[in-house]
């Protein structure tokens, strides 16, 4: 599961100029080319499978799981959220700077230049705001994929003794394997019988960053050294 706000790609192209007020589109905003179909891939038929040899699809299994169905459905929540945020923001940007590019034959080239910088500053912050988001939503991801880990690790080891496994690989480590060996599905029964979902929300990173600028650094104590000795006197 990946997901990145689309407007990152917007507000790239957000810059603006006193030369031209207008924002211009992004080609990124353009739809991609369909790619090439896949091909078929032919069905195996497969040896025995060998024993106490066991398989697994962590992907497969957080993927399949009703939790990890959640959190993929929650993030594009998340995601449609920052989306509406950050265009509404760029609309209001490239509305006024259509307004600023109609007034251009009646301002002086100062109060022209005045107003497109100021455009320019806060077309610089959206980027800036849009990148942050964007960190933010990756942190986001990592951390709910991480409490499904975390979830899902002593499953994995219960049914791997369940199984009497001896070993187990991931599954992008193998080619081709015998079903049989494959102990994702028993996995996600137990993930989807222990938890569904669980609440969260888009990191902030914006905030723990002056938190951790208020704090500042420790006071430096300087510990004085030891007395100078007298000099010997002359006898």
């Known amino acids: 599961m990946t997901f990145k706000p689309f407007a990152v790609g917007l507000c790239a192209a957000a810059a603006l100029t006193a030369g031209s007020a207008i924002a211009q589109a992004p080609a990124a905003s353009r739809p991609a080319a369909p790619a090439a179909a896949a091909p078929a891939q032919q069905a195996a038929t497969h040896g025995p499978p060998i024993a106490n040899m066991c398989i697994i699809s962590v992907e497969g299994a957080i993927g399949g799981s009703t939790v990890g169905k959640y959190v993929d459905t929650r993030m594009q929540q998340i995601v449609a959220q920052t989306n509406a945020e950050l265009t509404g ?5 490239d ?32 980027q800036r705001k849009a990148q942050l988001r964007d960190r933010e939503v990756s942190a986001t991801e990592q951390k709910a994929v991480a409490r499904i880990g975390q979830e899902m690790s002593p499953l994995i080891t219960q ?3 369940q199984r009497n496994c001896s070993v187990l690989l991931q599954r992008t480590a193998v080619v081709i394997a015998n079903p049989a060996m494959d102990i994702t599905p028993a996995v996600v029964t137990a993930l989807n019988a222990k938890i569904t979902q669980f609440a969260f929300d888009r990191e902030r990173l914006d905030q723990a960053q002056p938190a951790a600028a208020a704090g500042g650094a420790p006071p430096i104590v300087q510990t004085p050294g030891p007395a100078p000795r007298p000099a010997p006197t002359k006898k």
């Open 89 to 93: 923001e760029k609309t209001s940007i």
């Open 95 to 126: 509305n006024d700077a259509k307004a600023l590019d109609a007034r251009r034959a009646t301002l002086d080239q100062s109060t022209l230049e005045q107003q497109a910088s100021a455009l320019q500053v806060r077309a610089n912050a959206l």
């Open 159 to 161: 049914v791997y003794q």
